[in-house]
């Protein structure tokens, strides 16, 4: 099973909402991203956990805060977003380690802010 | 800095004939990964092929082929036999190395390939 799954495919959330997406693998993958794309733009990181723990925060603004309860599931925690910040977000998941093993992507949430 | 270049922002081919997507990459780490991914208009991403920057052989998977040339730094993505369903965005990525542990992927700007009847 090579599935990444993330709920709700697509969100429209007010700028003073909160709400969540949620991400989930069974692949065993110790490693989860989560990735924004605009429209007609490469997806850029956002956030990287390994084993659970948070490596890497592209300096996201404090709006967004990701979670990761367990080894399977990634959340990604919104609240008070910008218009701006309506795009594709797209979670990922790899085997952590220096080799350049292959992400797998979720097919995203579309999120529009109004 | 790491850096990916993709110089063809569209693409067109007929059904049935080859082509290649053209990818060159900045870097001056020893290790890297070269990735291709397929996104469709309904936004997945999909891994199409791999290339390890130590790999002496290129990568093919099905009718796809990376074109890898180290010395020039490119990562060409070849597709054979086009089929309609291979309209789509294409996306070159490379792996960054973060001090040896794990590391994200870095993505050129897309080539749009329409496959023509």
């Known amino acids: 099973d090579t599935e990444v799954t993330q709920t709700p495919k697509h969100l429209v959330m007010g700028m003073t909402n909160k709400k969540s997406l949620k991400c989930e693998q069974h692949?065993?993958?110790?490693?989860m991203y989560w990735y924004k794309q605009k429209a007609k733009k490469p997806p850029e990181l956002m956030f990287v956990?390994?084993?659970?723990?948070?490596?890497i925060n592209e300096s996201v603004p404090s709006r967004f805060s990701p979670e990761c309860p367990n080894s399977s599931l990634l959340n990604l925690h919104l609240h008070a977003l910008q218009p701006e910040d309506s795009a594709l977000y797209l979670c990922?998941?790899?085997?952590?380690?220096?080799?350049?093993?292959?992400?797998?992507f979720g097919p995203g949430t579309r999120l529009t802010v109004t | 800095a790491q850096k990916i270049t993709q110089t063809q922002p569209g693409m067109f081919v007929q059904e049935k004939e080859a082509v290649t997507l053209d990818c060159t990459y900045d870097?001056?780490?020893?290790?890297?990964?070269l990735f291709w991914y397929k996104q469709p208009s309904s936004g997945e991403m999909i891994f199409l092929i791999y290339q390890g920057s130590y790999d002496q052989q290129n990568a093919t998977e099905g009718r796809y082929s990376l074109n890898f040339q180290k010395a020039r730094k490119s990562a060409n993505l070849v597709i054979s036999a086009s089929q309609l369903g291979d309209s789509a965005m294409y996306f070159c990525?490379?792996?960054?190395?973060?001090?040896?542990?794990?590391?994200?992927?870095?993505f050129g700007k897309g080539t749009k390939l329409s496959v023509k009847p």
């Open positions: 956990y390994s084993y659970e723990k948070l490596s």
């Open positions: 990922a998941s790899s085997q952590p380690g220096p080799n350049s093993y292959e992400q797998y």
């Open positions: 990525a490379m792996r960054r190395n973060y001090g040896g542990s794990q590391g994200n992927l870095i």
């Open positions: 692949m065993g993958h110790r490693a």
């Open positions: 870097t001056s780490d020893p290790s890297y990964g």
